[in-house]
Each structure stands twice: as structure tokens, then as C-alpha cells.
């Protein structure tokens, strides 16, 4: 679990364009499924919104933040 963990940390870390950075969080949702299958769920509900993030490098973290205060 803590390997998967360190994978997925990576892919956002180092994929270099949305063609790379998709294909590996879709290969890294088929070996974690059977570990996070609630967390694979989430991300599969909001994959297109997730893997643009490998296009513009930004996130609504700040947004998020915001709204859970």
C-alpha cells in the first residue's frame, strides 16, 4: 500500500504531458483497486477534471480549502 502510495505521489510529480501523466494514473488505478477501491472510485468520478491537472500543473486546492472552513 505504501509502494501504490508513492507511485501515485509520483505520476503527478513527474509525468511530463497529459498523454503520459493519463496513462500512468490508469495503470496505477488497475494495481490499486483491489487496495483503495473507494479511493479509485473517486478518482474514476472525477478522472477528466483529475488528469487535467497534467495540462496546466494547477489544482483548486485553495478553492477546496475555502470551502471546507
Do not use: C
Amino acid at each position: 500500500m505504501h509502494q501504490l502510495k508513492e507511485e501515485f505521489t509520483e505520476i503527478f510529480d513527474n509525468s511530463k504531458n497529459l498523454g503520459e501523466g493519463t496513462l500512468k494514473l490508469v495503470n496505477w488505478l488497475l494495481k490499486a483497486n483491489s487496495f483503495f477501491p473507494k479511493t479509485v472510485i473517486t478518482i474514476r468520478n472525477w478522472f477528466r477534471e483529475i488528469v487535467g491537472y497534467f495540462e496546466r500543473r494547477i489544482t483548486n486546492a485553495v478553492v477546496e480549502e475555502i470551502n471546507n472552513r
